[in-house]
């Protein structure tokens, strides 16, 4: 008796080779890669609602949407290449990382008071 197993919808590997260098940061700090296009990739960060890296590849660049930290906000920049939009991606997960770590730290510190 054979089983025929469906591919998980999360994956770890971009379908753009593009995208290979963000997608491979993200998914090891345990971000989802929750869409998975040639022309476009989202990073969600579990159990939030606002936490969303996005990158877009048209014709003429690549558009990397970065999440404000602890705020429904977003602001978009462009690069006209995969290696500066991957490399200026991960630098503000790590600039966001590192403001909600902070923040956790304040809460945790007032709930204590």
Not at 2 to 13: D, E, G, L, R
Not at 29 to 36: C, F, S, T
Not at 97 to 108: I, V
Request: charged share 30%; proline share 5%; glycine share 2%.
């Amino acid at each position: 008796m054979s089983t025929v197993q469906k591919p998980s919808p999360m994956t770890n590997t971009a379908k753009n080779v593009g995208f290979r260098q963000a997608t491979e940061t993200f998914t090891t700090l345990g971000w989802h890669l929750v869409e998975n296009e040639t022309d476009r990739v989202t990073f969600k960060r579990p159990n939030d609602v606002y936490d969303e890296f996005k990158m877009r590849a048209t014709e003429s660049h690549i558009e990397v949407v970065i999440p404000m930290p602890n705020s429904p906000v977003a602001y978009c920049t462009r690069f006209d290449n995969y290696y500066e939009a991957s490399d200026y991606i991960a630098s503000r997960l790590q600039d966001y990382l590192d403001a909600t770590e902070e923040k956790e730290q304040d809460m945790e510190e007032n709930a204590e008071n």
